[in-house]
């Protein structure tokens, strides 16, 4: 199929100016084509309207990559960034109907059992050791140094992680994160580690996420478990720390939070629901593909092209009315695969957030014009630089919450 010439959602430009591009695209209407990656095309939905259609319509639309036509044909490079979200593997992500009902029960009932108090103080306590790394300093890079890792940690735990392998899946994950040359041996590394935990929760197991996917009623397969757990830590992690990166941003940033900042949590929630609104953390993705060929607002849909939801212009669609609620936003997506895990990502995110802004003291923001990260999925600013009144490790030790229980 030959594809007109369409705005580009990776690379320089575009991480440097994602509102722009999203303009572009929105005025070519409200289903257009995208380039993802080099040579690589997707439909992309901008209006909020035709989104919550899509979304709702399980009958029209599938999750199924398998109908990749490109892929199938080998138009899409091997090595494209993009298989590693959009390439098919056997978890929910990509399952429609009732297999994806199976799945997502068990995935639902699995994180419906994490204590969400217990999450918030693991969560502090591991934010807490990293800004001890760096309080002396006076200096902090709130990406690289803390917001990607937070949620890894944090996850570690929640999967029951003994500490060696919990250390191995930390550094497999930021391999995978940093989406370089090594990224591929990180992917195999994080599935290792993962195989390992499942081997070892069958013998020993614990109160983890791991150990319920393993004893759940619905009696998932060693494939499905280690596949579901993959989504886990591969879906949740970056859009966590591109959320609590682009929310300490704001905080420091926007004049009627900053001006503000003792206000505590209601201003971080505040500011937190905000960015969601305007920065999406997961930008464009919510991949489908039309079950026969489909018209959606006007605009043709053959079979076997990704038909992409792009969550940031939805949230910002013009033609919304201004009397929307503040959380009427598509940020989690909609519909049966929308996020499950709401709950415990918005307490690793508020949990991080807070407590880098009650220990570093005095925060000011060395850079204004941040670049994103590359890639059409995620809006996840690549640094957030700071500089900081520099700490003594023992004032924070004394500040630090004292530790509670481990999942
Ligand atoms: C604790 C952290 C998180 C975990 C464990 C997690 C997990 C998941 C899982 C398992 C799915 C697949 C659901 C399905 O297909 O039925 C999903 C979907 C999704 N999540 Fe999350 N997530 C997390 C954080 C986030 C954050 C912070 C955002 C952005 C605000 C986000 C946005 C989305 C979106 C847009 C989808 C829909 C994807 C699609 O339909 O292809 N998630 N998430």
Not at 279 to 300: E, I, K
Not at 396 to 405: D, E, I
Request: hydrophobic share 40%; net charge negative; aromatic share 4%.
């Amino acid at each position: 199929m030959t594809v007109p010439t369409a705005p580009r959602l990776f690379g320089e430009r575009y991480a440097a100016h994602p509102h722009e591009t999203l303009d572009q695209l929105r005025s070519l209407g409200p289903v257009a084509w995208a380039e993802i990656d080099e040579g690589v095309h997707a439909l992309v939905v901008t209006s909020h309207r035709a989104a919550l259609d899509l979304l709702h319509d399980t009958a029209t639309y599938s999750k199924d990559a398998r109908l990749w036509d490109a892929l199938n044909n080998g138009q899409v490079p091997q090595h494209s960034p993009v298989l590693a979200l959009m390439g098919w593997r056997p978890s929910l992500l990509y399952a429609d109907d009732s297999t994806h009902e199976r799945l997502r029960t068990a995935m639902d009932d699995c994180l419906g059992r994490i204590d969400l108090h217990e999450l918030e103080e693991i969560t502090r306590r591991h934010a807490s050791a990293l800004i001890a790394r760096v309080a002396p300093l006076g200096m902090v890079d709130v990406m690289a140094d803390y917001a990607d890792t937070v949620p890894l940690l944090a996850f570690a735990d929640l999967l029951g992680c003994p500490p060696d392998v919990g250390a191995r899946l930390v550094e497999a994950c930021q391999g995978v994160i940093n989406a370089g040359p090594g990224a591929g041996l990180a992917a195999r590394d994080l599935i290792g580690c993962l195989a390992e935990l499942v081997a070892l929760k069958r013998h020993a197991p614990g109160r983890d996420i791991t150990t319920w996917m393993l004893t759940h009623s619905t009696q998932l397969s060693e494939e499905e478990i280690l596949n579901q757990l993959f989504v886990v830590v591969g879906a949740g992690t970056i859009p966590t720390a591109a959320w609590i990166g682009q929310s300490v941003r704001l905080l420091l940033t926007d004049e009627h939070y900053s001006s503000s900042l003792t206000g505590g949590a209601v201003t971080v929630r505040r500011a937190m629901e905000q960015t969601l609104r305007t920065h999406s953390p997961m930008a464009n993705f919510s991949v489908h593909f039309a079950r026969r060929n489909t018209v959606l607002h006007g605009v043709p849909i053959p079979v076997g092209v990704p038909v992409m939801i792009s969550h940031q212009a939805a949230n910002t669609d013009p033609d919304l009315p201004s009397t929307r609620g503040a959380r009427d936003h598509l940020a989690w997506s909609a519909g049966p695969h929308r996020c499950p895990a709401v709950g415990p990502a918005t307490r690793i995110a508020q949990a991080a957030v807070e407590t880098i802004l009650d220990e570093l003291w005095a925060m000011q923001l060395s850079d204004q014009h941040i670049p994103n990260r590359p890639g059409p999925f995620h809006q996840c600013p690549s640094t957030v630089h700071a500089t900081f009144k520099p700490t003594t490790a023992v004032r924070l030790a004394a500040a630090a919450p004292k530790p509670g229980g481990t999942t």
